[in-house]
DNA sequence: GAGTTTGTTGCAAGCGAGCGCAATAAGGGC
DNA sequence: GCCCTTATTGCGCTCGCTTGCAACAAACTC
C-alpha cells in the first residue's frame, strides 16, 4: 500500500530467529538446509512479502540468468514468429529476455554497450544489419554470441541460419522446371547478406539452366515494397512469367499488385514466388509457394547453441545451416511454358 | 579472449591513480567531478574495456530502469505491433523492456514472481487473461503497474484501453445504416472481456436498432478461428448478411472462408467486418471494414501513466479510455438491403 | 586578511545475497 | 564409551557501485 522498503533476506531472518544464510539456503534450490528450517523461513518471508532479489545474486554468482535478444522490426511478422519462438524457449530454460529493439539510425554500439552492462549471460542477434559489430564487442568481454540468420567472418561466434542460398537454387529450378524461361527478382535490403544470398543462389542456377533474368528491383523486405516493385517490374521492358521475392511478405504485397492493382491472374499471368513461408502465405487469398524456414527447429538449434556456450565458454565455435523445404501452392503454375 | 574477469571499478581506479569514487562519478551524469579527472578515468576505461555494472548499481539505488512488459502470442500481428511501439518508446525513454510471454498453461504468478525478483521499475500487462493477478502482486510489493486494453475494478492500477464498447456501437450502427438487418457475430477468447465488451456494445445497438443477430460463434482471436467460424455460422440455419469478427485477425480468417470456401462475393453476398486495423486489413486482398486502434497514441498514453507513477508513486491513478475510429473499406456494402 | 562559499576529491559505510569455513549436533562402528 | 562421518547452521567476507561526509584548495566578500 504505501511506499514501503521491501523486505531483505536479514529482515526475514529476523523475524524466523535464524540467520541470513539460513533464508539465502531456503530460496536456493542446492541449498543445505533441513526441511523444518526451509519451513520457517517460508513461513517469515510469506508474511513480510519477501522475495529474493535476483541483481544482488547476481552479483555473487556471476549469472544474471537474462539474454539479451537483438532484433529489427518487430512488427514484421517474420521477426515476431522467430522473437516468439525465442522466448518461449529461453522461458522454457529458465532464461529471462532483455529485448532491445534496434531502430535504423540508433547506433548499435550505444545498445550493445546498454546490454553488457546489465552482464547477460548470453546474447542473440536476430537483427539485420552490422552483427559484426555486436560480435565483436561481446567476445571482447568473453559474453556468448548466437546470430540467427545472420553470419559474419569471425571467430568465436556460433550461428544458424538457413540455407538461403540454396533456397534461391530451389526456387530457380522449380521455377524453370515449370517452364519459366524469363522471370524476375525482388530484393530485400540492399546491405543484407540474407536477400544477397537468396539472389546469388537463384541468379546462378537460373543462368545454369539457360533462363533468364529479365527484371531486377531493389525492395525493403516489407509489403509496400513488394507491391510497389511488382508494379516497377511489370511496367518494365520485359515482363517476366514469374518473379521471386526474397520474403513472404514483399510477395504477399507483389501479388496483391499483380492481381488488384494490374487486374492479373496469378499464376496464370505471372507466377510469384516467396521466402520463409509465414502464416499468412497459406492463407486462402494467396497459397503462396516459398521457401518454408523452419522455425522451431532453428530457434531450438540457436539455444542449444548459446546454452552450450555459457556453460562451457571454451566450446567450439559451430555454424550451423538449415536447409529449407520448398512449399508448392498455387500462387506458382504448375506446368506450361514462359 | 580468454576468460578473464571484468574489469571492476576499482580496477579502473588503480590504473588511472584516482579513487574508486572518482571512476563512479566519472560515469554518472549528475557525477560532481571535474573535466580533467573524467578524462583521465575514461581513458583508463577504455584501456581495460571497463563498463559500469549496471546490477550493482541498482543495488544502491534501487531503479532498474528495466520495465517488464507481459504479453501474450508475440506471433499475434496485434500483440507485435504493441510490443514493437512500446518498445521504442520505453528505450526512447532510456528504458530496458524485459519481456515475458505468458503462454496458457503458465502460471501467471510464476512469471509475476520472477519478474518481481528482478526489481523492475514497472510493469507493462498487454496479456489477455488474468491481469488482476498480476496488478494484486505488483501493487503489494509498490511497483507501478499500467494495463493495456485490459481492466480490472482495482485501485491503484492504471489503463489504457480503447473504447471497446463503443467501438462495437459504432459497427451496429454502420451496419444497420447500410442496410442490414441480420447480422452475424463472431467472439475472440471468452475469457477475454475485451472480446465481451465489443459484443455488449455491438448486440446492444443492433437490438436497439431493430436488427437483428442471427448467429453467435465462438472463436480465439486467431485467423482459424475466423475461418471456421464463417463456416459455423453459413453452414447454420439463418445468414446473416454481415458478420462482426472481434478481431481484424480473425475477420481477415472470415472473409477468406466466405470467398475462397463458401464462393461467396464480399461484400455482396455478405458483409465482413473486424476490429483493431492491423496493416492486413488494408492489403488490397482484404480491404477490411474495422475499427482503427490508434496503437500509437495508445502507447504513449500508457508509457506516460507508468512514467508518471514510476516518478511519484503517490499519484493518482488514471483510466484512460482511447476512441476507436471506423475505417470503412470495401468488405462492407455501402448500400441496399440486408 | 579573516571568514565564507564553491568545487573536487577520497574515505568508508552500506545495498542484498552467496559461499567458504568453522562450529555443533547427530548417527555409526568397534 | 571413543572416534569418525555426515548433516545443519551461523559467521563474516565479498560482489561492484553510490553516496553522505569530511578534508582540502581555490575563489570571493567585506
Redesign the pocket.
Known amino acids: 500500500m504505501t511506499r514501503t ?2 523486505a ?3 529482515d526475514v531472518a529476523r523475524l524466523a ?9 531456503a ?2 534450490a542446492k541449498g ?3 526441511d ?2 526451509r519451513q520457517k523461513v517460508r513461513a517469515a518471508a510469506l508474511q513480510l512479502g ?4 535476483a541483481l ?2 547476481s ?3 556471476n549469472r544474471t540468468n537474462m539474454i539479451a535478444l537483438m532484433t529489427g522490426d518487430i512488427a514484421n511478422p517474420h521477426y515476431a514468429r522467430t522473437i516468439n519462438a525465442f522466448s518461449l524457449g529461453l522461458q522454457e530454460r529458465g532464461l529471462h529476455v532483455l529485448l532491445i529493439s534496434l531502430v535504423d539510425g540508433q547506433k548499435v554500439e550505444d545498445a550493445v554497450e546498454e546490454v553488457l552492462r546489465y552482464r547477460v549471460d548470453g546474447v542473440i542477434v536476430i537483427s539485420a544489419a552490422l552483427s559484426a559489430e555486436v560480435g565483436e564487442a561481446c567476445q571482447q568481454v568473453g559474453v556468448p554470441v548466437v546470430l540467427y540468420n545472420r553470419y559474419v567472418k569471425q571467430p568465436n561466434v556460433c550461428s544458424v541460419r538457413i540455407e538461403n542460398s540454396d533456397g534461391g537454387r530451389r526456387i530457380a529450378d522449380f521455377l524453370v522446371d515449370e517452364g519459366h524461361q524469363r522471370v524476375g527478382f525482388i530484393s530485400g535490403t540492399p546491405v543484407d547478406p540474407t536477400s544477397a544470398d537468396r539472389e546469388e543462389g537463384f541468379t546462378r542456377r537460373i543462368a545454369q539452366r539457360g533462363a533468364e533474368i529479365v527484371a531486377r528491383v531493389e525492395g525493403g523486405f516489407d509489403f509496400d515494397s513488394g507491391r510497389s516493385g511488382f508494379a516497377q517490374i511489370w511496367t518494365g521492358q520485359r515482363q517476366p512469367s514469374a518473379v521471386f521475392c526474397a520474403s513472404d511478405l514483399m510477395a504477399l504485397g507483389a501479388l496483391d499488385a499483380a492481381r488488384h492493382d494490374f487486374g492479373l491472374d496469378v499464376p496464370q499471368d505471372v507466377s510469384i514466388v516467396g521466402f520463409d513461408d509465414l502464416p499468412a502465405a497459406a492463407w486462402p487469398s494467396y497459397q503462396l509457394t516459398t521457401i518454408r524456414q523452419p522455425v522451431e527447429a532453428m530457434v531450438k538449434t540457436g539455444l542449444d547453441l548459446l546454452m552450450a556456450r555459457i556453460n562451457d565458454p571454451s566450446a567450439t565455435t559451430q555454424t550451423v545451416l538449415i536447409p529449407g523445404e520448398l512449399v508448392v501452392r498455387s500462387s506458382t503454375r504448375t506446368s506450361g511454358a514462359g
Open positions: 522498503k521491501r531483505s533476506s536479514t530467529g535464524v540467520s541470513q544464510s539460513a533464508v539465502s539456503r530460496f536456493s543445505a538446509i533441513s523444518q528450517l519477501y522475495r529474493p532479489n544482488a545474486s552479483l555473487i554468482t
